[in-house]
């Protein structure tokens, strides 16, 4: 989760927290947080991000 979160914001501009933040047993999930104003274009930008593999 941790590279998959840090290539996310490098390339797509949208910020996930890496699981491991809050402990090696949440190492494989991320958190994410979101306010209104930009959470389509965030979701848009993530799904863009995931159908390119």
Known sequence: AD???A?????AGVM???G?????EYAAS???GFGR??????LS??????KQG
């Not at 290539?7 to 390339?11: I, P, R, T």
């Not at 104003?37 to 965030?42: G, M, S």
């Not at 930008?45 to 995931?50: D, F, I, S, V």
């Open 30 to 32: 991320f958190r994410m």
């Open 20 to 24: 491991s933040l809050y402990g090696p």
């Open 16 to 18: 996930l927290l890496p």
């Open 3 to 5: 590279a998959f979160c």
């Open 37 to 42: 104003r930009n959470l389509p274009e965030a």
């Open 7 to 11: 290539d996310l914001v490098e390339k």
């Open 45 to 50: 930008r993530l799904e863009a991000h995931l």
